[in-house]
Nanobody
Framework: QVQLVESGGGLVQPGGSLTLSCLAS????????MGWYRQAPGKERDMVAL???????EYADSAKGRFTITRDNPKNLVYLQMNNLKPEDTAVYYC???????????WGQGTQVTVSS
């Protein structure tokens, strides 16, 4: 089992920045990739950014150039630095992890990000 706890959401003005953190615990050695998804009201949950054990990253087109995902393996943390935020970035952001064996997926409880003036 893997537990994921997010922090860092909140209200920010358009053009502002925010950093999300996700702390993993439990069977962390089983994790292959971690990252972030988001879900806006009435919409599907979409991938934002992923980073695997080798440090390879993947971003949604909407995140490229504005968001940066990093991983602190010794501390079991994953960060999402979000710059130049737009109202359309408003969503609940979920931390995500997938295991090496079996591809089991884990989700955090979500943290709200609201971009509004």
């Amino acid at each position: 089992q893997v537990q994921l706890v997010e922090s860092g959401g909140g209200l920010v003005q358009p053009g502002g920045s925010l950093t999300l953190s996700c702390l993993a615990s439990g069977n962390i050695f089983s994790i292959y990739s971690m990252g972030w998804y988001r879900q806006a009201p009435g919409k599907e949950r979409d991938m934002v950014a992923l980073i695997n054990n080798g440090g390879t990253t993947e971003y949604a087109d909407s995140a490229k150039g504005r968001f940066t995902i990093t991983r602190d393996n010794p501390k079991n943390l994953v960060y999402l630095q979000m710059n130049n935020l737009k109202p359309e970035d408003t969503a609940v952001y979920y931390c995500y992890a997938i295991t090496v064996v079996g591809g089991r997926e884990y989700w955090g409880q979500g943290t709200q990000v609201t971009v509004s003036s």
